[in-house]
């Protein structure tokens, strides 16, 4: 057998696997969009309340995450046709996290105005397997609802005692309190796509979220790590859902 006729069969099988994959390219339309989004913790969240206590000194520690906190969403959106009604988006999603409490105070020995700064920072990364309904006319409003991988990262917690009128530093310290964790989260969204310039879309949509749905965790021992994002520092309280509210705007990209 002459070594053409050797590679035949495997050439006629990969030729078969090119069309196949040519075929359901041609059936499969993807949009990528790369945009910002912004991350609010709303209800009862621990990590929403004051870093440092202002009233009672028994107040617990809170994550000093108040208002937005900034972030950036990568997504593929795959649908069959670019008409369909149904479409499927995978995403990730970056959060950046910032507290801050600043206290002002006088020294009695000099007189001289002290300021006590307290800060907390923190990342949260989710992977989000969703599904899209359009049902208007030619997609310009839809509505979404996703599953998502949550994974919070080591927070770290820092202190600094500096003179107001210097900024000359007295004291400062750094901590990493927290260990990284892993939660299961869903989010519901609504949001609408405009035309911008061919082959781009706008994209804008809110939604509202659960970080830790599943695998929720009791509060330790409260001598051991914590997750300031998620964990409650009372022992032996099971983590409540942490709620959020995201809006975003991304740029959609027509392949």
């Not at 994959?21 to 499969?28: E, K, R």
């Not at 649908?79 to 801050?100: H, M, N, V």
């Not at 979220?209 to 997750?227: H, S």
Request: proline share 6%; hydrophobic share 40%; charged share 15%.
């Amino acid at each position: 057998m002459t070594p053409l006729l050797r590679t035949l069969p495997a050439l006629l099988v990969l030729g078969m696997l090119i069309v196949s994959s040519t075929d359901l390219a041609a059936q499969v339309t993807l949009r990528p969009s790369l945009g910002l989004q912004t991350f609010s913790f709303i209800g009862n969240a621990p990590a929403a309340d004051p870093l440092a206590p202002v009233g009672a000194r028994n107040e617990p520690l809170g994550g000093g995450f108040e208002g937005g906190q900034p972030g950036a969403r990568l997504q593929l959106e795959i649908s069959t046709d670019k008409d369909a009604i149904l479409r499927f988006p995978l995403s990730l999603e970056y959060f950046s996290f910032d507290g801050k409490t600043t206290f002002s105070v006088t020294s009695r020995s000099s007189g001289r105005p002290q300021r006590l700064t307290f800060t907390h920072t923190g990342n949260i990364l989710t992977a989000n397997l969703g599904v899209t309904a359009a049902f208007f006319e030619k997609q310009k409003i839809y509505v979404s609802g996703e599953l998502k991988g949550v994974y919070f990262s080591e927070s770290n917690l820092g202190s600094r005692q500096y003179y107001g009128d210097t900024d000359e530093t007295l004291r400062e310290t750094s901590a990493t309190p927290s260990d990284g964790a892993f939660r299961i989260g869903a989010m519901a969204r609504v949001g609408a796509q405009l035309p911008f310039f061919d082959p781009f879309l706008l994209d804008f949509s809110a939604g509202i979220g659960v970080v830790n749905m599943l695998l929720t965790e009791t509060t330790p021992d409260p001598n051991t790590n914590l997750n300031l994002f998620v964990i409650d520092q009372t022992p032996g309280i099971t983590e409540s859902n942490l709620q959020y509210f995201t809006i975003g705007m991304s740029i959609i990209w027509q392949l």
